[in-house]
């Protein structure tokens, strides 16, 4: 009976975490995409995500911040249980964690979608500085990591371009900060690039758990 009992646990290996990963930031890809539609007086060039927080739908972009900090926090858990044994890649994880953490603020705190300023924006503003620099740096050092792990050596070249793509469109969202530019475009052009190397080291990550 007690063999039995043990059995009935739940296992909460490094596939189990992985995939509850996939499954948070897929349905981030999915909110995101179905904003676009609910709210088509949001012209994309010209607005944040964020901005889809405030209005008529806004609690969809509020679960969608909470939907990718879960998903930061679990895919923690599955490098954790999945072998992560780097210093350099434990720092990339706190860091992921500190962004977990983040997007909770910028769930709790919507932004400012017209002047003038208020409380609650100056504090979404600086969680989404906190977010931003967090997970890239995360992504530098869990790729430079994967090395140290056997089953995720094969992978280290796949997001190491991925990391690439991110710094890329990291740099063109600081260089369209300007009035008249597309900032809204390389906003979306940035979280695309981050979900894709989220959902990708996520499936890798799921994969060797099996």
């Known amino acids: 009976m007690a063999d039995e009992s043990i059995s009935r646990r739940p296992h909460f290996t490094s596939m189990f975490f992985a995939t509850a990963a996939i499954i948070c930031f897929c349905y981030g890809a999915f909110a995101l995409t179905l904003l676009h539609f609910l709210r088509p007086d ?24 909470l939907a990718m900090s879960c998903g930061l926090l679990t895919l923690v858990l599955a490098f954790a249980k999945g072998g992560m044994r780097s210093v350099v890649g434990w720092l990339g994880l706190a860091l992921l964690f500190v962004a977990s953490l983040g997007l909770v603020v910028s769930a709790i705190f919507p932004t400012d979608v ?97």
Do not use: C, E
């Open 114 to 210: 017209r002047a003038p300023s208020t409380r609650a924006g100056d504090i979404h503003d600086m969680s989404f500085l906190v977010n931003v620099s967090s997970m890239i740096t995360a992504t530098v050092l869990i790729s430079a990591s994967l090395g140290g792990m056997p089953r995720m050596r094969d992978f280290r070249q796949t997001s190491w371009m991925l990391t690439g793509l991110i710094l890329v469109a990291f740099v063109v969202q600081f260089l369209t900060l300007h009035k008249g530019m597309p900032y809204g475009l390389a906003n979306r052009f940035f979280v695309i690039v981050l979900l894709i190397w989220l959902l990708a080291i996520s499936l890798r990550l799921r994969r060797i758990g099996t």
């Open 42 to 65: 949001y012209a994309p060039a010209s607005n944040f995500i964020s901005n889809y927080a405030v209005g008529p739908y806004g609690w969809i972009m509020t679960t969608w911040f």
